[in-house]
């Protein structure tokens, strides 16, 4: 991954995009109506979350550009 993107640029759009998945699927999550909603459908969610919320934590982990204190 870190090859096919290049550059804090690259890693920018890159989190940006894994955000609006992120914000997309959690707004699913709030405006479903809870009670009319099977079980798989929530698995669902949960796992598009859990998805989409490492792979955002691995593109920052792996940013280049982010500086941390070791």
Excluded at 23 to 38: C, F, G, S
Excluded at 46 to 56: D, T
């Amino acid at each position: 991954m870190l090859q096919l993107v290049e550059g804090r640029r690259g890693f920018v759009q890159v989190r940006i995009i894994l955000v609006i998945g992120l914000l997309a699927v959690v707004r699913k999550l709030i405006l479903i109506d809870l009670e009319a909603v099977d079980a798989p459908l929530l698995f669902a969610l949960a796992a598009a979350i859990l998805a989409l919320a490492a792979s955002l934590a691995l593109v920052i982990n792996f940013d280049p550009t982010t500086k941390r204190e070791e």
